[in-house]
């Protein structure tokens, strides 16, 4: 019984918290509620849009998600819902299969968060939450400031009213300056301004409020609602100066109510098609979201559950496909609101979605003027914060080969698309990734008189024996690196023709696969062919229990040693201590 | 001037070894050349025939090579030549774009061997071979079986005289048994016993030999002249029994003379369709001679340059595409060959080339009446020795995720043929590897009395201090685990509710990537948020350069400590020695 209960616990988190409700929590996450709900109306419309999709899909998206992450999710402070990387990826994958516009571009949104649902669920019972390491943070980085770039020059067809074709950065660029003799100025009268004030907001809204004396955590919320501040504003102005007959674009009929549920088309070449983006749409979800859920709850010193993480990406992925949305993950600002106003359990994020149902159901009609400049206004501000080229040369200075990988992430991503541009810089990753761990750092060591500490003989003043060579390697013996060692022993011995010994010091070796092993072996038969013992010192403990069951380790048994000093003192005591203390000396 | 005549030692060893070219060396050299010239004949002939060419191809792929790796190559008994997995690679790389036994078809040999030898040349130019690492040893022994069983199967076809469609393993099975009707008896009475005969010869005559009182290197050269009397008794029978005419296939008339040089027919796509498989072919070429090269080097203590290596190796493809040949490697048994028989220096590799030049002007007419079945015969037997199921079995005992590799590289060999089985082996050793260094050993570590030495709590009997706790992470800090570490970390604090400090011994980590940089970034921060400091101690030289450039550095300066022991007595020193009496008590 115990045991079904703890499972249960582990798949359902809200078993856990759900005891712990009070009255008092309910009151504070009904407060916080309120003021996140308000705040995402805004984020949802605009990502829609950045997706291709009408606006109310961005409200469904962001309810069912919600209340499935509140029963599912182990951060009591991550929000779910479009983020912009998604939602890019989403027009990305979606707008070369189906025309935007047609319902079956929206039925293909549902299917690709269906698909990407699915992809994290199983991935999550399957534990195989460490394939999303494989998104570098060069990757990572790269990615954020390719996309942050990329959205905002789309955007800057709602903002400033230029047609273009969408697509690449290079084609949208190409298209913007072919076409910007065709600008609106009624729409960029109300664009610019509201990016110019948005920006304003963004940046120094919390600190001036904070200098007014304002708390923190109150200044920073009042200026995230900035973007409402700025729908209300916009729909005035437009619905009082007529501006929608001028050209200007306005959201339109927003069908009020609620969405239905409904399955995604299953259409076997559709989603065969959707498989690619589905696997990186969910991982960057997974990885976005667990940094953020890990960064807030370190803070109140909460656990996340990685691998529970996983579901609940899933469940609510699942849920905003079932409602006619499209994909979802946890968003940096939208959670940092969350946790600013004090949220304190998973269910300030259930009531919120109530809170966007009921706009859904009744406030609509008053979206009806609101301008697409202003949503585009929106996400270029908000996403301005994802570019960091910064980051390129800061990782320059700490790795060149990162730094190389991180700017190619950015330049393929520009050229080829979100998606080739991504999957172009985990292959560069990987490639470089090899290319270093081909080529360990290798040492001679010797002893520093005194300690039983043997260090490198490049870098310290130490004592060596003649006739006996340490060498140590800072590398797992792998297959990237077995060759190499192989080498470098050939060298050493072909450069030292007195050697009788040589001592592998091994307290840098994490792991030996079969390569290593086969190399380890090879090492060891040239030696003896060459008439010089091979032996092994510092083994580490789980390695030694691999080894144990080797041929290997039956013809060199007597020769692996505990520390390196015991392997340098049992060959020759005499010699040993004879040396040392001439070097005292 | 010196820097020059260095440069040109090391691209052309032949001045280092040429000036101590004594009459004794010649003599010597002279006789080695001629043991291993006629060795060499019915491997030559029994290559070409396997990767679909005529018999003569097989003798002038030997001659340019020899010639060219005696000046280029850095080992003093490596012999290069055609051998069975590049002889198949061959074959399955043209027989799909060109039609065997066509002209064309030699032209494509030529130009994959060119492709080989190009790649080779700027591998080595470039310093590129560790590429080669990523050909494991999993993927090599598995490639290994599954050539020799492929190989071995399709040689049933000359050995028994049944027709077969070739291709891949599986396809000449079925092949093999819906045509088993058609096998001809006079061929498989040629056919099988010569193959009984062969391997007879070669498991047991050099035991034999040596058991009767031979010196062991004569016994094994002689054991390894099987193929030759084989041969020679097998045209005698063909022909004095007129054979020939009683459906036996014979070489028939091999054209007499030296190959003309030629360059290979220049097509772009046939260039293009052959560049994945002239890389593979070209890898594992060099793959195979160095690991042979260095076997024998070490018995002498000489040195072999592999970089040099893949630049003689070149030359030697080079050679034999321009002489009409097909792509070469440094061959495991006729090195042997070489080796027992005393070659001396690369010269005797020369002599070789001008002894199969003289069968090829004069001894061809002999071998119009050799037949094929005695040639396949000889490949089965030679590469019987390829196939190593027991490899699989050991490896299992010692890396699990390894021996899968191993057998699936196997597997997909078979089904899906060399290349693409190539092709997916080398993918799966990576995720394997991928895998495995995704989830490092990390250990909560104490000190062990009376030492400076912390060691694993679960392991050893250790002392830990009340708020201080030390962990040890046993692989670098790199993308593939940088989140494993951050929820490793996250779940020692949500579980040691008392923590205050937490250290990182580093004395594993050997590189730290962009990646693993950001992860150490975000541990500190969120220690810092959960009010515990963190340290670092016995971080690596070359680490702790690179670390210094960095911001991270700035925030810890003063808590990287050089040993694991500094760092726990200087936090509190007082509690420190007192914890340690209490534990001695």
């Known amino acids: 019984m115990n045991k079904i209960s703890g499972v249960l616990r582990s798949y359902f988190p809200i078993i856990e918290w759900g005891k712990e409700y009070s009255s008092k929590t309910l009151v504070n996450d009904l407060v916080v509620s309120i003021i996140v709900s308000i705040m995402l109306i805004p984020q949802s419309l605009a990502y829609a849009q950045l997706a291709g999709l009408p606006p109310e899909v961005g409200l469904y998206a962001s309810m069912a998600p919600l209340l499935l992450y509140a029963i599912f999710g182990t951060s009591r402070s991550l929000s779910v819902g479009p983020v912009a990387v998604t939602s890019l990826m989403t027009l990305a994958a979606v707008s070369p299969i189906v025309a935007q ?15 990407t649902g699915l992809i994290l669920i199983i991935l999550g019972f399957l534990k195989l939450g460490f394939l999303s390491n494989f998104m570098s943070f060069p990757v990572m980085s790269g990615l954020g400031t390719a996309v942050g770039i990329q959205i ?25 300056v072919q076409n910007c003799g065709q600008i609106n100025i009624y729409t960029a009268a109300i664009g610019v301004p509201a990016f110019i004030f948005l920006l304003l ?19 920073g ?10 729908i209300v504003i916009t729909i005035l102005f437009v619905s009082g100066f007529g501006l929608a007959d001028k050209g200007v674009k306005i959201v339109g009929t927003v069908p009020s109510g609620l969405p239905s549920i409904s399955l995604p088309p299953f259409d076997f070449k559709l989603w065969s098609q959707l498989a690619t983006p589905a696997l990186l749409i969910a991982i960057i979800a997974y990885v976005a979201s667990i940094s953020v859920a890990q960064t807030l709850a370190s803070k109140k010193r909460q656990h996340i559950d990685p691998n529970q993480e996983l579901v609940a990406l899933g469940a609510a992925n699942i849920g905003a496909s079932l409602s006619g949305g499209f994909p979802v993950a946890g968003g940096f ?4 609101v969350n946790f600013e106003a004090g949220a304190e359990t998973p269910a300030a994020g259930a009531y919120t979605a109530v809170g966007i149902a009921l706009v859904a159901l009744f406030l609509t009609p008053l979206l009806y003027f609101l301008p697409s400049a202003t949503l585009g206004a929106t996400i270029m501000v908000a996403v301005l914060s994802l570019v960091n080229f910064k980051a390129v040369k800061q990782t320059w200075a700490f790795s060149r080969t990162d730094a190389i990988a991180m700017a190619l992430t950015i330049i ?16 560069i990753s990987l490639v470089m990734h090899l290319y270093r761990t081909s080529r360990p750092h290798v040492a001679i060591v010797g002893q520093i008189p005194g300690t039983q500490h043997f260090r490198n003989i490049e870098r310290h003043e130490v004592v060596t024996i003649s006739g006996i060579v340490s060498m140590r390697v800072d590398e797992s013996l792998y297959f990237p690196n077995a060759r190499f060692l192989e080498n470098s022993v050939s060298e050493i011995v072909a450069k030292n023709p007195e050697i009788r010994h040589f001592i592998l010091n091994c307290s840098a070796v994490n792991t ?12 060891n038969q040239r030696l003896k062919d060459g008439g010089i013992a091979f032996h092994l010192s510092e083994v580490k403990g789980p390695i030694m229990d691999h080894l144990k069951k080797t041929q290997f ?5 007597g020769r692996i040693h505990f520390t390196h000093y015991d392997a340098v003192y049992s060959i020759d005591p005499d010699l040993a201590k004879k040396t040392l203390e001439k070097a005292r000396n």
Chains 1, 2 share one sequence.
């Open 101 to 115: 516009g047609t319902p079956e571009y929206q039925g293909a949104a549902m299917a690709l968060a269906m698909l």
């Open 152 to 176: 905002a020059t789309g955007q800057l067809t709602p903002v400033l009213g230029i047609p273009s074709k969408g697509g690449t950065f290079l084609s949208q660029i190409i298209s913007l």
């Open 201 to 219: 907001v963004r940046k120094n809204l919390a600190n001036l409020l904070t200098r007014a004396g304002m708390g923190k955590g109150t200044a």
């Open 221 to 230: 919320i009042l200026s995230k609602m900035g973007p409402v501040f700025a």
């Open 333 to 336: 600002s939208r959670s940092i």
């Open 412 to 427: 393929l991503t520009l050229t080829l698309g979100v998606i080739a541009g991504l999957i172009a810089g985990i292959g």
């Open 512 to 523: 030996i696969d079969a390569s290593g092993l086969e190399s380890l072996k090879a090492i």
């Open 553 to 557: 380790y039956q013809e060199l048994k």
